[in-house]
């Protein structure tokens, strides 16, 4: 056999192994530059995924107002149109808005035509309610594809946010074992006192407020660990911020 040929199986494989991290390894930058981390450890950034969420999301921004929280939320443009006034009490709470697309496809799978339909759509959506679209895009189920970068781009979106940790909080269960998996914050947080170099950065939390699959989602566990970790996270001198704040954009 050929050496070219006997060699050709590796090849396959190390190219689709490749593809795979840039799809989906949040730090991994294949596919065009991703935010994954804020400036500094003192700074957290909490964001939420596939709302708006008439069920939860009013809830959720009466906790966050009572710690003085500011969050970014990633919004599906469908459900954008089914509750306007609940976008605009998000913006008007001084949260910062995203795209999550417009129905939670898969962008790996979507060719360019698809991605421009997924991202304009949303886009479309969050600016007739909020006069202006966003600038940031959170990619359903964190995929990335080869023509991303180019269409978020002509869509006028300027980042593209991952995240630090995802604690798998998108399927109804108890409020304990996601209690659990939001420690690392707390203890990265006491590893890094109050004016240490910024190093590695701080966090940015990848939680939800919807459900993506349909409206209406139990998120009960979410609002029931942020009710814990939130005063323990201001206790601990954490900033809460905003994507923008951190990517250098305006208050969108």
Known sequence: MHPLIAALPIALTGAAGLVAYGAAYPRAQLFGPTLCRTASPRQLAITFDDGPNPAVTPQLLDLLARYDARATFFLIGRYVRQSPELVREIAARGHAIGNHTETHANLFWCGPARLRAELGGCQEAIAVVLG??????????????????????????????????????????????????????ARRAQRAPQGAPPRSGGDIL???????????????????????????????????????????EGPR
């Not at 990619?139 to 798998?168: E, K, N, Q, T």
């Not at 409020?175 to 914050?185: E, M, S, W």
């Open 132 to 185: 202006a679209p966003p600038l940031l895009l959170r990619p359903p189920y964190g995929f990335r594809s080869p023509f991303l970068d180019a269409a978020a781009r002509a869509a006028g979106i300027r980042s593209v946010v991952m995240w630090s940790l995802l604690p798998h909080d998108w399927y109804p269960q108890p409020a304990a074992p996601l209690i659990r998996r939001l420690q690392p914050v």
């Open 206 to 248: 990848c939680l939800h407020d919807g459900d993506h699959r349909r409206p209406g989602g139990d998120r009960r566990h979410t609002l029931a660990a942020l009710e814990y970790w939130l005063p323990r996270w201001r206790d601990l001198g954490l900033e809460f911020v905003t994507i923008p704040s951190i990517a250098g």
